[in-house]
């Protein structure tokens, strides 16, 4: 898989991704409105070109609060990201080239006040969405707001989800419609924050990729 490729279907006005980012902006826009004043951290996980976030932050009021950190393993999205934000004069936006799955990647910036963990979800292994939702107590202040997606085709596991998530202490605030041609779902973490474990950090998930994964139930 190209994943800069991947990103051009973004470009298609009326493509599921394109209707899904539109979805994933309106949650974060909510989320930076009722946060309280002071200043923000906010994590992206396999960030891609982060068109999420810097899809909203130039033209929101809170943008001067927020600190960021973009973390995207293949470099030409990295620099896709990086050239957006310096474009939209967005300096306390850091996108990092590195392991997104390793927890240490986020170090100094966790627990966050919104983590996005958008593409992810639907590129791992069952198993290991479970245990990345183990792991977001390390990514999450208390308070914050977990934006994530995951497709909403057969097997549907975005109910799953929100039971792993809500007995870990997250709060469900949304989650879009069967129909809807995607999935993306917002918790609230009403628990405390755990410690982030020392460096390099745990590997919360490896990357498979939804192609290898249909292959791997169909074949």
Known sequence: MDWSQWHDDYDLPDSNLARRLQAVRDQIRQALDACPPGPLRVVSVCAGQGR??????PEHPRREDVTARLVELDPRNAAS???AASAAGLRKVEVVVGDAALTGSYRGMVPADLVLMCGVFGNITDEDIERTV???AQLCAHGATLVWTRHRKAPDLAPRICEWLEARGFERQWLSDPGAGFGV?????AGEPEPLEPS?????FTFVGYDELRRRRTG
């Not at 999420?52 to 932050?57: F, K, P, W, Y």
């Not at 779902?185 to 973490?189: A, I, K, T």
């Open 134 to 136: 183990g792991h977001c």
């Open 200 to 204: 390099p950090g745990a590997r919360m």
């Open 52 to 57: 999420d976030l810097l899809g909203v932050l």
């Open 185 to 189: 779902g917002v918790h609230r973490f």
């Open 81 to 83: 990201a990086r050239r």
